[in-house]
């Protein structure tokens, strides 16, 4: 079995669908709104809104089975950073598959407004992406916690290519 991450390639379904799901939310609202189409197509939504959920709970248990490793190479409480992000950016996306739900089972008067709600909420979700995003990205362009995968006496590269400079657990730059 590889040494390699899983959580970078797993990270990236919750963090696309983040960015597709207010899309298809305000698109499915407007034409809820509209009564172009049955309330029963959000279950489309609640579909992707449970990949999301799901993938960016998977990513999260990848991220806490290699954080020991990166915290080789870069502080902890960058780490615990990145953590805090997702866990909230996961919780708001939790509580939005809720008022997905909500839509289908409302009463019918009620199940446009409660869409535009969920709408809303998705923008949320997807501004929480970036803010969990910037922070892993850190982790890994500015911070060197790819350099913690390195095979030992690699020098810094891989694959040809130089990595920043990793910085000790401790925070110390030297």
Known sequence: MSNLPLHPAIVHIPLGLAFVVPLVAIGLAIALWRRRLPRGAFAVLVGLQLVLVAGGGLAMKLGERDE???ERVVPEKLIEE???RAE???GAA???LAGMIAVL??????AAGVAAVVAAGTL???GLAVRTGEAG????YQHGAAAAYLPAGSGGTAGGLTLPAARRADGDDD
């Open 124 to 126: 949320a979700v997807a």
């Open 94 to 96: 939790g509580a939005v």
């Open 88 to 90: 909230l950016f996961l």
């Open 68 to 70: 020991k490793t990166a």
């Open 105 to 110: 089972i409302v009463p019918a008067g009620a």
């Open 137 to 140: 990205g850190a982790l890994v």
């Open 82 to 84: 990145h953590e805090e």
